[in-house]
């Protein structure tokens, strides 16, 4: 990959890389020079170099009352970087909140190992975080937990640190193991042995993901569809609501 297609990618147009390169080349110019080294007509140049001058990449001075330009550090690109970062994080929230209000054509991603059940659980916080109602839904199978005993324990305390509350169905055969259920901000309820389940399903935002293990190997998928996710929500709530605790 040359010079002028890696600065396009970074987003400046195929004229402003070929501008600053050249800059960065003859050091120093008027217009009509920059013109002629770039190959760009005059007319565009000035404009191109106009907006170099905006984004903090090309300065102008005077010289013999003769209008130069000249090029910033190639450093500058990393600070204006970091600055379009700083300008993403501060209005990624209100981005995300907009999405989550918007009804989107179902998505799937599908994960396998071990790996994909930590992307899968950051998934979940990760949403969490940007709701207004941080309420985690979980039909767990605990025997799919551990295959990430210190990861899992750790990321329920992360999760409780985010003031997310859980409800949370287990197997009947899963009460004695409270280390797995027991915490703040959770209610458990236990599915009778009939209805024995060997997987985990947890419902978060407009998500829903499902954890399977067969044959050793774990199968993470993430469903994204607000009209699929309230309808499973309300599958688990009726059953939820209907369990003894």
Same mark, same amino acid.
């Given at each position: 990959? #040359?010079?002028?297609?890696?600065? /396009?990618? @970074?987003? =400046? ?18 217009? +009509? ?9 005059? %007319?565009?140049?000035? %404009? ?12 102008? *001075?005077?010289? #013999? !009352?003769?209008?130069?330009? /000249?090029?910033? #550090?190639?450093?500058? $690109? ?8 700083? $300008?993403? #994080? ?11 209000? /918007? ?7 599908? *994960?396998?190992? %071990? ?20 309420? =985690?839904?979980?039909?767990?199978? &605990? ?22 509350? /859980?409800?949370?169905?287990? &197997? ?12 703040? !901000? ?10 024995? +389940? ?18 050793? %190997?774990?199968?993470?998928?993430? =469903? ?7 309808? *499973?929500?309300?599958? *688990? ?5 209907? @369990? &003894?605790?």
């Amino acid at each position: 990959m #040359n010079t002028i297609t890696s600065l /396009t990618r @970074l987003g =400046l147009s195929t004229n402003e890389a070929k501008i600053y390169v050249c800059l960065l080349k003859i050091l120093e110019g008027t217009v +009509f020079e920059i013109a002629k080294h770039s190959g760009i007509p005059r %007319t565009t140049t000035y %404009t191109t170099l106009e907006s170099l001058k905006v984004q903090g990449l090309v300065t102008a *001075f005077r010289k #013999n !009352n003769v209008q130069y330009f /000249t090029p910033e #550090n190639p450093k500058q $690109i990393l600070t204006i970087l970091q600055h379009k970062q700083e $300008i993403i #994080n501060e209005i990624l929230p209100s981005l995300q909140a907009l999405s989550l209000g /918007t009804d989107v054509q179902p998505s799937v991603k599908m *994960f396998t190992g %071990t790996q994909g059940m930590k992307l899968a659980f950051e998934d979940i916080l990760d949403t969490l975080e940007q709701t207004d109602q941080r309420i =985690l839904y979980a039909a767990a199978f &605990p025997d799919v937990m551990d295959a990430l005993p210190r990861y899992y324990h750790s990321w329920v305390k992360r999760r409780e640190e985010l003031g997310v509350t /859980t409800k949370m169905i287990l &197997p009947e055969s899963s009460r004695e193991r409270r280390a797995f259920y027991e915490g703040h !901000n959770r209610q458990v309820k236990f599915m009778p042995e009939p209805y024995l +389940f060997e997987c985990a399903m947890d419902i978060y935002g407009h998500k829903i993901v499902f954890f399977a293990l067969r044959e050793g %190997t774990t199968y993470s998928i993430i =469903l994204e569809s607000p009209t699929i996710a309230a309808a *499973f929500l309300k599958f *688990f709530l009726f059953a939820f609501d209907h @369990l &003894p605790e």
